[in-house]
């Protein structure tokens, strides 16, 4: 199946600091999404992305999805200590019979320090 | 909070048993996928379903098997359960299994099999 590698796996930065956190994928997906999970709880979507070079912004978060297609990244600005968990990238990819399917990648778990 | 309700939030359960997971999706939402997640295996698509028929499946295991009802609502059987299935069980839905439908996840059900 595809594979996703997520980098950093783990970061830990001063608050203030920007973040910036990448997926990268031998093969092509139709989309890439962005999540993050605090614990005990699901991920929680961020941001959607649905066209290659594709830039988009939600708040401080900023996501682009790669021009090949097999990558994306994502960037926080001036953090704070809320941002702390594990962000997670996803890729969808058509798996027939209309549907598509999300690959995950292993996530960044992110610290922030105060 | 995403809208999906995942029952119940803690299962402990011994080996060789039996138990069902239930997942409600979001209000309007057709599409139901169940997710495993473990420490060291992340995020894994277990099937997917719309509209009461299987759509996709991924990575699970012939011991494990799901349904969704006319209600929508899912249930995911896991049976002769074994310590490796310990994980965190994640169901999302989405409003179709189309590629501009995000999907939004519950908070999951954590399940111990000691």
């Known amino acids: 199946g595809q594979q996703l590698n997520q980098s950093p796996q783990s970061m830990f930065i001063q608050e203030g600091e920007d973040v910036s956190m990448n997926c990268t994928s031998s093969s092509i997906f139709n989309t890439w999404l962005w999540y993050k999970q605090d614990p005990g709880e699901g991920p929680v979507l961020l941001i959607a992305l649905y066209k290659a070079g594709e830039l988009t912004s939600n708040g401080r978060l900023t996501a682009q999805f790669g021009i090949t297609r097999k990558d994306s990244f994502l960037n926080i600005s001036a953090s704070i200590p809320s941002d702390v968990g594990i962000y997670f990238c996803?890729?969808?990819?058509?798996?027939?019979?209309?549907?598509?399917?999300?690959?995950f990648g292993k996530g960044t778990k992110l610290s922030v320090i105060p | 909070d995403s809208g999906v309700t995942q029952t119940p939030k803690h299962l402990i359960t011994a080996t060789g048993q039996r138990v069902t997971l239930r997942c409600s999706p979001r209000s309007g939402d057709l599409s139901v996928y169940w997710y495993q997640q473990s420490l060291d295996q992340g995020l894994q698509f277990l099937i997917q379903y719309y509209n009461g028929e299987e759509r996709a499946k991924g990575n699970i295991l012939e011991r494990f098997s799901a349904q969704q009802f006319p209600d929508l609502h899912s249930e995911l059987n896991l049976s002769s359960l074994e310590l490796g299935d310990s994980a965190l069980y994640f169901c999302?839905?989405?409003?179709?299994?189309?590629?501009?439908?995000?999907?939004?996840f519950g908070n999951g059900t954590r399940l111990t099999v000691t």
């Open positions: 999302a839905s989405s409003v179709d299994p189309g590629i501009n439908s995000p999907l939004h």
């Open positions: 996803a890729g969808q990819l058509h798996s027939g019979a209309g549907s598509y399917q999300l690959t």
